[in-house]
């Protein structure tokens, strides 16, 4: 191996274990948020959602110019999302906790899975991203419909299919992290990467309270 092969490996190492250690100290701020927002309503949901959106946007512009603001906008994201999903998660703990650790537990391996697939194989996996990317909006769309038209079983096959779009996007993700050398996208790779794990989660949820019915 010639030196810059080496220092880029080595690159590649630091950057894995900052990004890993984000994404822990996000999904921190996001469980702190979630306690501290049980008793808020959904109209309060709603407008950490917009404050999540905004620490999003903001890392965008601040990954360049001042990495400690990427990231402290980073564990903004994750606390602004445990507030805005706290009513939800505080409705599973209290009619159906055990759904809340199946999601949590079906997350994990999910994300761990999906994960080391991406990071490990050689195949290139940027067109799946931008399938994945349409897949998402179409989802979306489905979503948007569901709330006025009464589909049977509309809620599972949401789930179903949300759960293979952020399979596709979780991989996606993972390559991202292991081609990247530059330190200063640790931030955004962490975004990313807690956002398919906030996303896959609530996916989960309705699955396993279902299946307690």
Known sequence: MSTVEYRGANQTRTLFG???WY????????????YLGRGLGNGWGFVFFIVAFGCLIGMQF???????????L???LGLSLGLAISPTVVYYASADPQALWQAGGATALFVAGCGAFGYATRTDLSGVARVCFWALLALIIFGVVLIFV???AGAV???ILGLLVFAGLTMADFQRLRRSTDLNSAPLIAASIFLDA?????LFLPLFGRSQD
Not at 63 to 72: D, F, G, I, K, T
Not at 198 to 202: S, T, W
């Open 157 to 159: 096959i949401y789930s």
């Open 62 to 72: 601040a990954a360049r110019s001042s990495p400690q603001l990427s990231v402290a």
């Open 150 to 152: 009464h589909i049977p």
């Open 74 to 76: 980073l564990f903004g």
């Open 18 to 20: 900052q990004v890993m």
């Open 23 to 34: 994404v822990a100290a996000t999904a921190g701020f996001f469980a702190l948020g979630s």
């Open 198 to 202: 906030v996303n896959v989660f609530q």
